[in-house]
């Protein structure tokens, strides 16, 4: 299995507090999530997000509806937390967030380690549309959490 990397970062004008809590609410993770997607939370949701906290959510990708459940392994704040797939679309998918102060906010890092499942089919599907799928969507991110943060629209 060849897991990828994605690795993306971005600098925010707010405290480190302020940004952990920002993406520690579950909310936002709708708000920062493309459109396109038709990206849902089920129910029951969590109150907040904590280590063994678990997401359920629905989303449409290239026409195909997906469920996709996830769950919190590392909650510390205010420097990182790891979300994992625990059942969804890859045969690995861990995202790491990690939170650094900076001088005027803070250095917002996501890595994500994900694998493809399928064996060569799989691989093929990553260099058609899954690679470029999944930088459109943290494309999407990076600019609405800047376009939310800078606008002290943190909620």
Request: without cysteine; hydrophobic residues 40%; aromatic residues 12%.
């Amino acid at each position: 299995m060849k897991v990828h990397l994605l690795e993306r970062e971005q600098r925010v004008p707010l405290d480190v507090d302020q940004t952990f809590r920002f993406f520690g609410e579950i909310e936002n993770l709708e708000r920062i999530t493309p459109p396109w997607l038709r990206f849902r939370i089920l129910d029951p949701r969590p109150d907040k997000l904590t280590a063994g906290a678990r997401l359920e959510y629905s989303l449409i990708l290239h026409r195909f509806p997906i469920r996709w459940t996830t769950a919190i392994d590392e909650w510390e704040p205010p420097g990182r937390f790891t979300d994992f797939q625990v059942r969804g679309p890859y045969a690995l998918w861990q995202h790491t967030h990690t939170f650094v102060p900076v001088e005027g906010g803070t250095l917002v890092t996501d890595e994500v380690r994900y694998a493809i499942p399928y064996g060569p089919l799989g691989a093929l599907a990553h260099v058609a549309f899954v690679r470029r799928d999944l930088r459109r969507i943290f494309d999407y991110r990076r600019d609405t959490v800047a376009a939310l943060l800078d606008s002290g629209a943190a909620g």
